[in-house]
């Protein structure tokens, strides 16, 4: 085995622990606190934890309607606001979407009052000071609604 190939594997195992313990603390002590309600989803966020070039970030949905809902994949997005109204030719927000490289949700179909938790894994783009780095998860049925939360 070469010497990358060795430091890979190890990478590899240490990012695959860090996922797990922060998989086991948002399953082992939920938060009680609303985050970020829409769609019939309430989004809470847990933390960050950067390994090399990669960001973690561990967080619960809770399905907040009276039914069973479907939930889309979390996705990472960089938004860029035009802050120039008179180009009305050009949007005022663009959205690029940032490559997720590990996903992990417990649930994809939530009941009324049901978590999920949730780990994704991601390179955190390069960005100006006028731009965001989103994470968003949504209710399928009400995808024009994602719960969404700033990550930096």
């Keep these: 085995m070469s010497k990358e190939e060795l430091e890979k594997r190890l990478r ?3 990012r695959s ?3 797990e313990e922060m998989i086991a603390e948002v399953k082992d002590h939920p938060k009680s606190q609303p985050g970020v309600v829409a769609g019939g989803l309430d989004l809470r966020f847990y933390g960050t934890k950067h390994l090399g070039a990669l960001a973690l970030v561990a967080f619960d949905v809770e399905n907040m309607s009276t039914a069973t809902v479907d939930l889309e994949g979390p996705q990472v997005n960089l938004i860029t606001a035009s802050n120039n109204p008179k180009d009305r030719k050009k949007p005022l927000v663009k959205t690029e979407p940032v490559e997720v490289t590990q996903s992990v949700v417990s649930s994809k179909q939530l009941s009324p009052g049901e978590r999920a938790t949730c780990l994704v894994a991601f390179k955190p783009p390069m960005h100006d000071s006028d731009q965001q ?3 968003s998860i949504s209710n399928r049925a009400m995808a024009d609604k994602p719960a969404t939360y700033r990550l930096e």
């Design 133 to 135: 780095v989103v994470l």
């Design 12 to 14: 590899d195992q240490e």
């Design 17 to 19: 622990e860090i996922a």
